[in-house]
């Protein structure tokens, strides 16, 4: 029987399992996590015959290898960077037919942070409250890849999908961010609502799966109690003591005692997870639409 299974041969600085998260758990404490950029994902799923939500791996920064036991189709998408097998260029952003034991090696990002990598079949690992993608908050799913890691390859089941472009946004120059204000935007002072939608942040290099930091004018509040723990969502920007607004991405905790000062459009987090450190970002302030 064929050994439908890859073993890692580097891990890059951060490269996890991750599919479209698992959702419904928020009251037990478990986020959704899953991919930080979904529609990178879809794409390489799609390129190699995959389910949309089928698990592959998310690297970070500087990209991964990893030598399949066996014969498989492989697709790299969001941020561009090189593709190599057994040393020999092979296309980003279309189906790459791998020999059993050939190394396929994800280089460095070009541009943006993320780059995802599918496998005809999927990553099979064994999936937690219906998902396989690795939480680091909490620790659920895989846990981040190592050198030697094995993971399992589930069966192929529908042929590649072979595309003469790529539909991939590219990673942004400047990070533009929708949002809506609420529901705790009474907590600060006129001047920093206006702060907020007026002036320059930029990305911080202490951002991760859990949150986009910002480095930029602090916000002022105007109620200085302390706000009982409450429900937070993804896209959540919550203002901490150092008053520099963090974005929750999809490792976020479920409860948090800082206030949220407004949320994020979800269409909009994808670009989040692509933009590198220094990248500017803007808030912009969309208003509800009066139904009268």
């Keep these: 029987m064929t050994d439908r299974a890859l073993s890692v041969v580097r891990s890059g600085a951060l490269t996890t399992v991750q599919d479209l998260g698992r959702y419904g758990h928020a009251h037990l404490g478990v986020p959704r996590s899953g991919a930080l950029d979904p529609p990178a994902l879809r794409l390489v799923n799609r390129l190699v015959g995959n389910p949309e939500g089928a698990a592959a791996l998310e690297t970070t920064l500087d990209g991964c290898a990893v030598r399949p ?167 959540a920007v919550q203002v901490p003591p150092d008053g520099r607004p963090l974005v929750f991405l999809a490792d976020h905790p479920t409860t948090g005692g800082y206030p949220v000062i407004a949320v994020v459009a979800e269409r909009d987090l994808a670009a989040a997870a692509q933009a590198v450190p220094g990248t500017p970002v803007r808030f912009v302030v969309v208003r509800h639409r009066s139904s009268g």
């Design 69 to 235: 036991r066996c014969a498989v189709t492989a697709a790299v998408a969001g941020a561009p960077c090189p593709v190599l097998v057994d040393g020999r260029p092979a296309p980003w952003g279309a189906p790459v037919r791998v020999p059993a034991g050939a190394l396929l090696e994800v280089g460095r990002a070009v541009s943006g942070v993320r780059s995802y990598v599918a496998f005809g079949g999927g990553v099979a690992v064994e999936p937690v409250l219906g998902s396989r993608s690795t939480d680091l908050l909490s620790g659920l799913g895989p846990a981040p890849l190592r050198v030697g890691t094995v993971l399992p390859l589930g069966p192929a089941t529908a042929r590649a999908v072979p595309a003469d472009g790529v539909p991939t946004q590219a990673p942004p120059d400047e990070l533009v961010l929708r949002i809506r204000l609420g529901p705790r935007d009474g907590w600060f002072t006129s001047t920093a609502l206006r702060t907020l939608a007026t002036r320059p942040y930029r990305v911080s290099a202490a951002s991760n799966r859990i949150g986009l930091r910002t480095e930029g004018p602090p916000l002022e509040r105007a109620v200085s109690a302390e706000l009982p723990s409450e429900g937070m969502v993804t896209g």
